[in-house]
Structures are given as C-alpha cells and as structure tokens.
C-alpha cells in the first residue's frame, strides 16, 4: 500500500496476506517493509506486536537497512502459541529531520542568525516530547529545549545539550511521530516448539516382536504378528536414541480385496498382511485399529509410554479406502465410478494401486468433510497430538485449509506433517495453506550445488514452510544409499539432522539396509509396506553393524545445541572441494554456534581447505578460536582458512564454535 507516507512489501505476509504466516514460540520472527516519502525529511517505522485475544500491543523500532533500499526491519519473538498479529507503522520522523539539517548546517559554519529557525523548531519539538514525559527524563528534555532559545549563550553551548547522548536516547525512545501511515494487520500462527524442531522415528508396529517362517518355500508366511503392546516395549529402544516423534504407518484394518502380496505383486497368498495403506475391512475403518496389533487401549498405553519417555506419536492419517471398506457399501457416491460401473482405483501411471480406492472430494463433500473430521478427532481424543498425513496433494486444498484450522480452533497444538513429494507449487500452497511441516526434496538433492541451493530456498520460505528431512522412507531408497555402504547413511543423517530442524529415518536405516527390489528401482527388496519385516536392532556399534550409537550421538548434540534448533539461521562457507559442503547455524540469544564440515563423497578420502565467513560465526575476521568436535574426540584451533581431512570412516566433524578445554 501507499499512503501519505510510501509503505509497501510488508514481510511476513502468505498469499498477499490470506493466510497466516507461521512461527514458533521464542523464535525471532524477521519483519521488514520498504518506507518512503517526497523529498528529503527523513521517515521512520515501528512494529506493533498483538498477542491472541486482544492483548495489549508491544512496539517495536524498525532500523534501517541497506542505504538506498528504503527496507526497514525489526524482530519480534511470541512467548506463547496462538493467533498474533503486528501493524507496520510508517510516519515522518521530524526529530530527525532536525537533527540532520543542525548538524549539516552547522558543520557549514552557518550562524546564530541564520539557524533562528532551526533552533526554535528544535525548541518545539523539544517542547512537545517534554509533554509526555515526567521525572528526569522531562526535565532533561524541558533543559535543552530552554537552551535552544538562549539567545545570550554562543551557538555551541546553544546545541550541545540537545546533541547529547543523554537527551538523544530519551529522543530515540520518545519520538514525535507525524503522518502515521499503517499497514493493514497480517496474521502469524506461533506453535509450540515441536512444530519446528523434532526428531522422527518411523516403525511398523505389526513387525516388532513378529516372526517369520524358516520354510524356504514360505518365506514371508507369519507365525507370529507383532502387536501394540510389542510396540509400546520397543519405545524404549527408540528413546535411547533421542527421538522425541515416533511414527506410526496407518494401525487400521487392512483390506481383504485385491490385496497386494509381498514386494507389491498381484498374487498374494492367503497369509500375506498387505499393504497398512491399503485401509478398511470388515472388521472397520479409519476409526477402527487392526485386531490383530490391539485395541484402542492399546493405543492409549502405547501414546502415555510415549509420553512418559519424554516423545510424542504421530499417527498416518491416509484418506483413502480399500475396496471393503464399510465407507464403500455405505457411501459409494464418495468415490469415482467409471463408465463400466466399477469404482477406479488408485494410479500414478505406471504404477497401479488396486488395493486402494481415491476418496472424491467433488461428490459430497459435506459429508465428507464432516466425516474426515470425525475420524481426526477420534485420534486426537486417544491422546495423539500430531499426525503424518498421507498424500495430502491428491486432495483439494481448500479441504486442507477447512479442516486443519477447524482443528486448530479448539486443539491449537495439534501439528499436522504433509508427506507430499510433488511439484513446488503445490507442496509451497499446502505449506501456505495450515500444514506444520513438509516433506521435501532433500532425498534428491546430493550434490554440494544441490543441497547449498535447496536450503537456502527453504530458509526464504521459512515463514511459512518447515521442512523435515528424511533421508529415506518405505517408499524411497535412494540410490545414494543403495551406493553408497555404511558412510553414505552416516552422510546423509549428519546432513539432515543438522540442516533441517526437523529431520526423521525409517526403521532400517541404523542396520543400512540398501538392496532395492531391483536395479533403477528406488523401492526396497522385501518391502515392509507388504509383508512383516522383524529386525535386530541391537543398538550398538559392533564391527560397524549399526549406526544407532551416531544417531543417538546427533539428537543429544541437537537437543543440547540451540543453533540446531532454527532454520533461518542456516549460513553456508567457501570449501575448496567440491565435494566438501560447509554451513553453520548460530544462536543470537545464548552465541551457541556449530559449524559442520561434511564430505559428500561416501567411498573417498577428501583432503581441502575451508574459507569461513567468521562474522556469521559471531568472530572478528582475524579471530583466532576453538571449534570441538562433537562426533569424535577432538578440539582445534582454527582461523579463517583450515586445512580438512575426512574420510569414509570418519565422513564429517560436527564442531561447537568457540568450546574447547
């Protein structure tokens, strides 16, 4: 907008300010806008800063930044989750228009007579802060606006109080503000902590404590299905490690029509589980849990062990049904029939999913809506709080933006993840739209140009998206991984535990399982999604056989590390190798500061130098300081310009800036 005084391209703002933009409690939010006006008086802005429910307003100054950009910026920070808002005020600073022309004038050696003027307009601004003031600070004020008029006194003695840098940061705190011009109010829903910052560990409960046939010829067949209960033993495994999300793939009924057997095939045999997506029986539906994992008692003791443990359940909420579905005999309007009659199932040519039906959000969606709500809700009453929501780009966004904000209006820290691996426009709209986090495009991007330009777009569009990297899932194998033995997973968990504040692993990848069902395929041999997989997860680094103890070691340094907790923080530094990626994240609050040096290459030692931008780092450009490393014993001193070594045994060095012993 423009008004008197120039004010436009206010930031945060989503979709030109029809959504909110987004943030945490505690988390320095970056607002700015351009301000401008005719001439030469100069112009100044301020933040007003709204708390939820109409509590009472914060000011906040804006500074200046780049000279001849016009951009102001402030920061503001929420102490609690909830709708807040902030007001850009743009207006004329005629204090400072003073201060300008005085000294300018005076540095030209103009006179006495000819700053008449000048002095008694000083004098009434003088006189109209005074005004609102009492105490001390008036009196000041009062002093040198008297002053100003002392015709008796030299022209020095005159301006030297109102010059003062006592009555100067009165001034700066009191301003005279002229012309007000203000933004329109834009909205930012703050959420708890966890919205932000979490570590995911995703497991199938049906495989925990399961068995398997040692008969050649039935490999796959169950003699043993592994249960909620089973699950809720093995949390304590998982918060060993760190993880604070445990995820769950869907815990419902799995449908009996068209199941699919193992590694996807179309013969299943009567044993076979199925696919946990493919959901809904006779036995009931999304709000029904699978009898044989348990009940809902189950679930509940399986979400307060959690609890107890310090980490929370994110449940799959996947909206979609398996052809016996009770949905499909009591609502076949939900779905889309084809011209021979038959209900079509899902596909993403070429591949075809016959054991799933897509819902149709076109054809009824009151009930429809009101029904995917009922089902959340179930959920969120047996205590789960977030939820990982399946293919949510396969439904409209409106649906999306409906459902999620009823949620919010009465369970505000319930957080919902978008597992959406699709084009940018639509991941960026459902981020926009009320979803807490994303999937990304991290699994894809392996290279050091890849990675440096992926983040850095992320961090532009952190007001709104948060990404949470997982450097695999039971649907993505990457070939990096399939490639890549053991320093490849260490790679990628460095990288997105400490790039992303949000980051997660499929149960598996502390064994390095990397055998694809075939050749080119990025899908696991023996995939999970279609029968039980029992592991041993030993959790402990014997002979290299696990990388539990590393994926312990990371979620203690990023719990105990506030820099790792951010992402607008993210800054990247010069190595020589291009196959040596440099970054490090940095806490204003406490100076908290870690810098990562990672190889990229899994099979190769990697010999470079590094060039830091010590500045970012909270250092003197010829500082000289400690950096200790927090995955393997090490403290160095270091400069600007370091000299590296990483191998695949030991692929990256996590360091804390500035500790040492």
């Known amino acids: 907008m423009v008004g008197r005084i120039g004010l436009s391209d206010v930031f945060p703002t989503v979709a030109g300010g029809e959504y909110p933009a987004r943030a945490v409690v505690g988390e320095h939010v970056p607002v700015s806008a351009t301000v401008f006006r005719e001439g030469h008086d100069a112009v100044a802005a301020n933040v007003r800063w709204s708390p939820p429910e109409r509590g009472a307003a914060t000011f906040v100054p804006m500074t200046p930044g780049e000279p001849g950009t016009d951009r102001w910026h402030a920061t503001v920070t929420a102490d609690r989750p909830g709708r807040w808002s902030f007001v850009i005020e743009a207006w004329s600073h005629p204090l400072e228009t003073w201060h300008h022309a005085i000294t300018v004038k005076l540095a030209a050696g103009q006179d006495a007579a000819e700053l008449a003027n000048d002095l008694e307009t000083g004098a009434r601004l003088f006189d109209r802060v005074s005004d609102r003031l009492d105490g001390q600070p008036a009196d000041l004020i009062r002093s040198a606006a008297f002053v100003l008029r002392d015709d008796t006194l030299h022209l020095a003695q005159r301006v030297e109080p109102a010059l003062s840098e006592a009555v100067q940061a009165i001034l700066l705190v009191n301003p005279v503000r002229e012309l007000i011009t203000r933004s329109r109010p834009h909205d930012i829903w703050v959420d708890r902590e966890r919205a932000l910052f979490s570590a995911w560990y995703e497991f199938f409960p049906r ?36 993880f604070d999300v445990v995820y769950l793939p869907p815990i419902h009924p799995i449908g009996r029509v068209n199941r699919k057997g193992p590694n996807n095939t179309l013969d299943p045999a009567p044993y076979d589980v199925g696919s946990p997506w ?141 597992e959406a691996f699709t084009r940018p426009a639509m991941m960026h709209a459902l981020a926009q739209v009320g979803f807490t986090q994303s999937y990304t495009y991290f699994t894809w991007r392996n290279t050091k140009y890849e990675l440096t330009e992926y983040a850095e ?25 399939q490639h890549g033995a053991p320093a490849a997973f260490t790679i990628r968990a460095v990288l997105a535990a400490t790039l992303s504040p949000s980051y997660g692993i499929y149960s598996g990848y502390e064994l390095f399982e990397h055998v694809p069902v075939r050749e080119g395929s990025e899908e696991y041999l023996n995939s999970e999604k279609f029968h039980l997989r029992p592991r041993d997860l030993v959790g402990e680094d014997e002979a290299g056989r696990s990388l539990a103890p590393l994926l312990g070691r990371l979620n203690e340094v990023r719990r105990r590390h506030p820099a790792l907790h951010r992402l607008r923080n993210l800054h990247f530094h010069h190595a020589a190798d291009d196959q040596v990626i440099v970054y490090s994240k940095r806490d204003e609050d406490t100076g908290d500061t870690v810098l990562v040096v990672c190889s990229l290459d899994p099979h190769s030692v990697r010999e470079t130098v590094t060039s830091l931008d010590l500045p970012a780092l909270g250092l003197p450009w010829d500082a000289r300081f400690t950096v200790r490393d927090q995955l393997n014993p090490g403290t160095y001193s270091w400069t600007q310009n370091n000299y590296v070594r990483l191998t695949p045994q030991h692929p990256a060095h996590v360091f804390v800036v500035g500790e040492g012993e």
């Open 207 to 242: 495989s925990i404590g399961a068995e398997l046939s040692d008969d050649p010829a039935t490999p796959s067949r169950p003699v043993r299905h592994g249960t909620l209960a089973d699950a809720t033993k093995h949390l304590d495994y998982v918060a060993g490690l760190g």
């Open 278 to 418: 493919a959901i809904g029986s006779v036995e009931g539906g999304h709000d029904a849990v699978h009898p044989e994992l348990g009940t809902e008692a189950d679930v509940v003791t399986f979400v307060e062990r959690a609890r107890d443990l310090g980490m929370e359940v994110a449940l799959d909420y996947a909206l979609q049904a398996a052809p016996d579905h009770p949905w499909v005999s009591s609502h076949p309007e939900w779905f889309t029939t084809k011209p021979d009659g038959s209900i079509a199932y899902a596909e993403n040519p070429p591949k075809k999913y016959q054991d799933i039906y897509p819902i149709n959000f076109d054809n009824d969606p009151a009930g429809i809506y009101a029904e995917c709500l009922r089902v959340l809700r179930k959920w969120i009453d047996l205590g789960v709080r977030i939820f990982r929501v399946d293919n949510p780009h396969t439904k409209p966004l409106d649906f999306w933006h409906w459902l999620i904000w009823h949620v919010k209006r009465t369970d505000p820290d319930v957080l919902f993840l978008a």
């Open 457 to 481: 777009q992320l961090v532009e569009s952190a007001h709104y998206m948060r990404p949470n990297f997982f450097p695999n899932t039971p649907d993505i194998l990457h070939a990096y991984l």
